[in-house]
């Protein structure tokens, strides 16, 4: 039973560590820059500009069938799967567009790349984009994603848009925060596009 409890303690030790380095690690990583134009009680409207993204496309529904073979696929471009078999520094949020017909899943690229001095990923699926500027509306959760989370904070962020006589436009989008293996502290949105007149 001694032996029990002294395994018990340093798995625990062990787990606190981790997760101490990895939320070290996590703050600090390059984030996509936004502006927040207004802020509501339970959401905010926010202006992105102009970004670089990996993306690949997909036929998944859901976000439990896209995160892993997507993920897979990005990281595999970051961290030397292109032409010049360069790592390149990962950034956050990662962001899902999972809807019925191509669902999309994509890494922003730090700022000091644009889509012309980026390297050619070796994967054909995945490609480099450059987003236009963007006003969205934005609303936060915590904990691990799942469908039921995508689905119930899209219908609040579309209520709440309503209620304020704010348009959306297209489909709602997740953005996920944190790295996969972080337990705590983990932060998730949910966005859509906005009626620019939101200006």
Excluded: C, W
Excluded at 42 to 70: V, W
Excluded at 114 to 127: F, R, S
Excluded at 175 to 187: A, C, E, S
């Amino acid at each position: 039973m001694k032996m029990f409890i002294i395994i018990l303690a340093v798995i625990t030790l062990i787990t606190l560590l981790l997760q101490s380095f990895t939320i070290m690690s996590t703050n600090k990583t390059e984030e996509q820059k936004y502006s927040v134009v207004r802020r509501y009680k339970d959401f905010e409207i926010r202006f992105y500009p102009s970004a670089t993204f990996a993306t690949i496309n997909s036929d998944a529904k859901t976000y439990s069938d896209l995160s892993g073979p997507g993920f897979q696929k990005l990281a595999g471009y970051i961290f030397g799967g292109n032409e010049a078999n360069k790592k390149i520094s990962m950034t956050s949020p990662v962001q899902m567009d999972i809807n019925d017909s191509i669902s999309t899943m994509s890494f922003i690229m730090p700022s000091e790349y644009t889509k012309e001095n980026l390297p050619k990923p070796n994967d054909p699926h995945v490609q480099i984009k450059k987003t236009a500027d963007e006003y969205v509306a934005a609303i936060r959760f915590g904990g691990y994603a799942s469908d039921e989370d995508l689905k119930l904070y899209s219908e609040k962020l579309q209520n709440l848009l309503k209620e304020n006589g704010i348009a959306p436009v297209g489909n709602y989008r997740f953005i996920g925060y944190n790295r996969p293996f972080q337990f705590v502290g983990k932060k998730n949105e949910i966005i859509v596009v906005v009626d620019r007149k939101e200006k």
